[in-house]
Nanobody, 122 residues
Framework: QVQLVESGGDLVQPGGSLRLSCVGSGLTLNYRAIGWFRQAPGKERERVSC????????YYTDSVKGRFTISRDHAKNTVYLQMNSLKPEDTAVYYCATVYYYDYGCSPRGSWGQGTQVTVSS
């Protein structure tokens, strides 16, 4: 079964904003760390941001620091990625996944969503 479902991707102009959502479907996210990853055609998958199960720790890759914010709402079983000041280089399919959280970031644990397309272009 699909346990994670992403939404919120869209076509936006440079400088625009989007908020992506990752919702647990048949999976409670309360006790799980979650990561956002992205992949563009012909490119390797890139880790973007991670959040610990308690939301006490977060990680951002250097290219998105100051522009993206990860957060979670346990009551809604949802993890968000707020993306501001979007650039063409942010264009990719964005995925959320359960992860192992470490001080330096996170690594996939095994459950993935289907992805949502973000396109930044003028």
């Amino acid at each position: 079964q699909v346990q994670l479902v992403e939404s919120g991707g869209d076509l936006v102009q440079p400088g625009g904003s989007l908020r992506l959502s990752c919702v647990g479907s048949g999976l409670t996210l309360n006790y799980r760390a979650i990561g956002w990853f992205r992949q563009a055609p012909g490119k390797e998958r890139e880790r973007v941001s991670c959040i610990s199960s308690s939301a006490g720790k977060t990680y951002y890759t250097d290219s998105v620091k100051g522009r993206f914010t990860i957060s979670r709402d346990h009551a809604k079983n949802t993890v968000y990625l707020q993306m501001n000041s979007l650039k063409p280089e942010d264009t990719a399919v964005y995925y959320c996944a359960t992860v192992y959280y470490y001080d330096y970031g996170c690594s996939p644990r095994g459950s993935w969503g289907q992805g949502t397309q973000v396109t930044v272009s003028s």
